[in-house]
């Protein structure tokens, strides 16, 4: 039986965005749903220091280069892409006219960064490449193929990276399951998916600042994250959160 207490917080949260707990993670009732559901996303909150170091990293980077090549001006004539400009044109158009040009900057999303290395920008033939080897080198400088560490990775290949730390992020900010994948079927599963997510965006930063890659180690994060992803702890936490969204024992007036 669903009580007040659940019957509210379903209704804000939404049933289509806890059905992906009773497909993926057999969550019957509505108290396992919404005790899956804020369990996860207390383990989502990990990501977020890591994800806000990579942009800060790349973004700060890539910005030095291009003022090296175009001027600090750059934003204004370098973006190709319809959507590229839009961005641009979205972070100067609520900035008062005295605003700095690190104001502009910083408002530019991640996803703008992630599209500076898509293929125009690789392309020598055009006026916007930037991607030479020594920018390269700057930017990423610990991007080494996986298949050969002797070797640079390619920016095509950190770009299809990129792309998934994008989609990580946008799944974050939106509140998505990041645990969710083909096969999982159980939060064993789950939790492998956060992990191996997390190693990942780990390793992104890694090819960016070896800096803050030690300082991301250094801060507990991740003895943190692994403490909670053991499943004992999880189904604990969980038990926890079901204790409390059965404590109002009053029927909702919908069941």
């Known amino acids: 039986m669903i009580n007040k207490k659940q019957q509210n917080l379903l209704e804000l949260i939404s049933e289509p965005r806890l059905t992906y707990y009773e497909k993926y993670l057999n969550c019957k009732t509505g108290a396992e749903k919404l005790s899956a559901y804020f369990a996860y996303q207390e383990l989502s909150s990990y990501f977020l220091p890591i994800i806000q170091l990579i942009e800060i990293s790349m973004r700060n980077a ?114 998505e399951p990041i645990w969710k994948a083909h096969h999982c079927n159980s939060h064993q599963k789950a939790i492998n998916n956060i992990l191996k997510n997390y190693t990942f965006l780990k390793n992104v930063l890694k090819w960016l600042s070896q800096e803050n890659y030690d300082l991301s180690s250094d801060t507990f994060q991740d003895k943190y994250l692994k403490r909670a992803c053991r499943i004992k702890n999880l189904e604990k936490r969980m038990s926890k959160l079901m204790a409390y969204f059965d404590e109002d024992s009053t029927p909702s007036n919908t069941e």
Not at 86 to 109: C, E
Not at 150 to 163: C, E, G, P, Y
């Open 62 to 175: 890539l910005d030095r280069e291009l003022i090296q090549l175009y001027g600090p001006d750059w934003y204004l004539f370098i973006p190709q892409s319809d959507t590229s400009k839009k961005l641009v044109r979205q972070a100067t158009s609520t900035l008062p006219q005295n605003a700095s040009r690190n104001d502009v900057i910083s408002r530019l999303t991640l996803g703008f960064w992630v599209y500076m290395l898509d293929a125009d920008y690789r392309n020598t033939s055009l006026d916007c490449y930037i991607w030479s080897p020594d920018i390269q080198s700057n930017v990423f400088p610990y991007a080494y193929s996986p298949l050969n560490p002797k070797l640079k990775m390619s920016v095509k290949a950190i770009f299809d990276n990129f792309q998934r730390v994008l989609d990580l992020r946008n799944r974050l900010f939106h509140h």
